[in-house]
């Protein structure tokens, strides 16, 4: 039983160096359209964190998905939008 702990702990750690696994930094948020003015969107998200990013045919009130990256850090506030859709 020992054995098999540590076969599974030697190779989740050669994965997660290998493959990057330990190392998540996209994901996804919804959010809501402030206002749109000259291709400049705001948006403001469930949490309250309120983004900017440039883009076009985006109008108030529309429902976004934003692909973010957390750039590796645990900071919320630095993370960077990597793209927007609209989903409703």
Sequence with gaps: MMKK??????????????CGFGSFTKYTREAKVISSFN???????????????YGDGFKARDKVKLHMDSLGTNNVTDDIITDAEIIG
């Design 39 to 53: 291709n400049e969107v705001v948006v403001m998200d469930s949490y309250g964190h309120v983004w900017s990013f």
């Design 5 to 18: 702990v540590i076969l599974g702990l030697v190779v989740s750690a050669t994965l997660i160096s290998i």
